[in-house]
Each structure stands twice: as C-alpha cells, then as structure tokens.
C-alpha cells in the first residue's frame, strides 16, 4: 500500500464516518468508516517507516 491509496481510504472513511446519514440492514456505515480511517493511517505511517529505512539503507550516492 502505497501513500496514494492510504490518504486515498482516509479520505473515503472520513466521508463515510461524518457525512454519510443513511442506512443499511446490518451494516454501520460509521463503523465501517472508522475502520478505513484505521488502516489508512495505519498504511501512511507504514509507507513512511519502510521508506525511512529504504533511505537509509547503502552508502550514500554520488
């Protein structure tokens, strides 16, 4: 998961989470929401660390 689609399910849970009002037999749209909320900022803190440490990794170039 790149930064793209992490900001990407941030985005769709923020909507789903406060904007969206309707309902659907047996699923909590809020819910659902707050999970894609979740594991978007859970892929953007993940993208970061493992290019943080792709940087850092080699001699450095010239």
């Known amino acids: ?12 849970g923020a909507i789903l989470a406060f904007a969206v009002t309707d309902k659907i037999n047996s699923v909590d749209l809020t819910m659902v929401g707050y999970i894609l909320l979740a594991v978007g900022s ?21």
Not at 1 to 12: C, F, K, N, V, Y
Not at 42 to 62: H, K, Y
């Open 1 to 12: 998961m790149r930064i793209g689609s992490s900001l990407a399910l941030i985005a769709i």
């Open 42 to 62: 859970l892929g953007v803190v993940l993208t970061l660390a493992t290019q943080n440490s792709r940087n850092q990794d080699g001699p450095p170039r010239q």
